[in-house]
């Protein structure tokens, strides 16, 4: 029986998952295929009728719409996953003659390890760009580096219940505050991390360079292509370090690769520098 995997958005033509899990596959000899499907969250019940009828299913890595409607469709959510509402990554368990399908979150030790890769302490002052389920996972990201607190800018105050939510259930206080405020506490920020789309955060960096101030802290930006955003080149022009989304994809892509594969170990070192080359990442320093 052939193995399969795959990752699901819409758009995800652009995606470097099956870069990256290619390149695992191969590296640890195990046959699993995976492929990009682009699904709409109008069909996702759909097509996971059609994944639960089809043997040789491993893995589905999740990416936008569908983090939070991937809840209601798995047998059972765990982890970080079940606290913020949020799946990016679902796992076929065996059960009896059948399997179970096991929603879980990756993204946060994907933000968490690109962060610290980075050399990102606790922060003390942290900064989340964007109000979907990704800055969920930023949140809980930022509560396992350490922070108490953090200030959240969005477009539309209204629509972060997800967000808030994760927060109060993590005991990590949040303000949440209008985009147009963002330049000035950004720039200052230790910890920055953008969840915005490709090119949404064009105008706040122009705010950014426009303060032409020092901008000392690390930014991660989760879009990364086309990279260098602008928002980067203005962070790193300012003094910053900068961490491309693509070092969060290769990090949550490492678990993702465990499950899929279902190894009782953590991948390693060799694997995730055959990953790194696969999309252009420097390997991992030693």
Not at 229 to 235: G, K, M, Q, T
Request: with cysteine; hydrophobic share 50%.
């Amino acid at each position: 029986m052939s193995l399969r995997a795959a990752v699901l958005g819409h758009p995800i033509s652009h995606s470097k998952s099956p870069a990256l899990h290619h390149a695992a596959y191969s590296s640890l000899g195990i046959g699993i295929s995976y492929t990009a499907i682009d699904v709409t969250e109008e069909l996702l019940p759909s097509l996971m009728r059609q994944v639960r009828d089809q043997p040789g299913w491993r893995g589905l890595s999740v990416t936008m719409p569908l983090k939070a409607a991937m809840v209601g469709e798995v047998d059972e959510v765990r982890g970080v996953a079940r606290t913020l509402g949020v799946v990016n990554t679902v796992s076929f368990e065996e059960h009896g003659s059948g399997f179970r399908t096991i929603g879980s979150n990756t993204d946060v030790a994907g933000i968490v390890n690109a962060v610290r890769h980075a050399g990102a302490r606790t922060p003390s002052a942290p900064v989340v760009l964007g109000g979907g389920g990704t800055a969920a996972a930023a949140v809980a990201a930022l509560k396992e580096l350490g922070a108490d607190s953090a200030r959240i800018f969005v477009r539309d105050p209204a629509r972060t219940a997800e967000v808030r939510g994760a927060a109060d259930s993590l005991g990590l206080a949040l303000e949440v505050l209008p985009m147009a405020e963002a330049a000035a506490p950004t720039a200052v920020a230790d910890v920055v991390i953008s969840t915005l789309p490709p090119r949404a955060a064009d105008g706040l960096a122009a705010e950014i360079a426009a303060l032409k101030t020092p901008t000392p802290g690390v930014l991660l930006d989760v879009a990364y292509d086309p990279w260098p955003s602008l928002i980067a080149s203005v962070w790193q022009a300012g003094g910053g370090a900068v961490v491309p989304g693509l070092e969060m994809l290769l990090y949550q892509a490492v678990e993702q690769v465990r499950l899929f594969s279902r190894l009782e170990e953590e991948v390693n070192a060799s694997v995730i520098d055959v990953m790194c080359d696969a999309v252009g990442l420097p390997r991992r320093a030693l």
